[in-house]
């Protein structure tokens, strides 16, 4: 009898080590989104490739690049913001060099440390209080300044919670800025233009290129 129970307890652990091995092979590898770039002139651009193959191409806000691929970045004022595809509260951010050119790996970036933010959870019925009279950076392209009511400015970064006394200055011609209000809605804004964030949580039409999704 005891040895049945040891042969059962053996063939349990087998089976069980089998289907981790499983898992494991069904994991996907991890992908990077890109939900931010920051671009101060044309002198450069943000790249991506399969990595240590084919031809670099430009990345653009929302692409995903697939894991075994690669970002390059060869201006110093730039930088790119990227999530783990599917996990929207942990931003890694890849600042171009000094000089040269940065070129990292996605599983490299992965590696690296990420800012942790967070979103609203509400919805039309029932707003995220924790988010009333704000806006959430959900996504942006190119140069976005953050001017508070005390008149401090800061470059816009995806996550950045954004006060109703404050206002967005949209520097260039086609940069966009994604804002999420406290029912998970979200505006996007496209520039050049000025803007409070107030007149967004009104849902004021400032001009036909504002896209309020309700």
Known sequence: MKRSVKGIIAIAALL?????????????PATLTCVGIYSETSDGYISART????AWVPVKVGDVIPANGEIKINVERDWIEVIKTGSPNA?????GPASGET?????????????TVSFPKGTVAKPDPKYKDKLVVAQYLGRQIYVN??????????????????????????????LMNASN?????????????EQILSNKSLYKFLNVQK
């Open 16 to 28: 069980a080590a089998a289907a981790g091995a499983v898992n494991a092979a069904d994991a996907k």
């Open 51 to 54: 990595a240590g193959t084919g």
């Open 91 to 95: 931003v890694f951010e890849i600042a």
């Open 103 to 115: 070129v990292l790996k996605v599983a490299d970036v992965l590696k690296g440390k990420s800012r």
């Open 149 to 178: 009511a005390d008149g401090d400015s800061n470059d816009i970064k995806y996550g950045d919670v954004l006060d109703i006394k404050g206002k967005v200055k949209i520097i260039a011609i086609n940069n966009t800025v994604n």
């Open 185 to 197: 809605g979200v505006t996007t804004v496209v520039g050049p233009l000025t803007f409070t964030i």
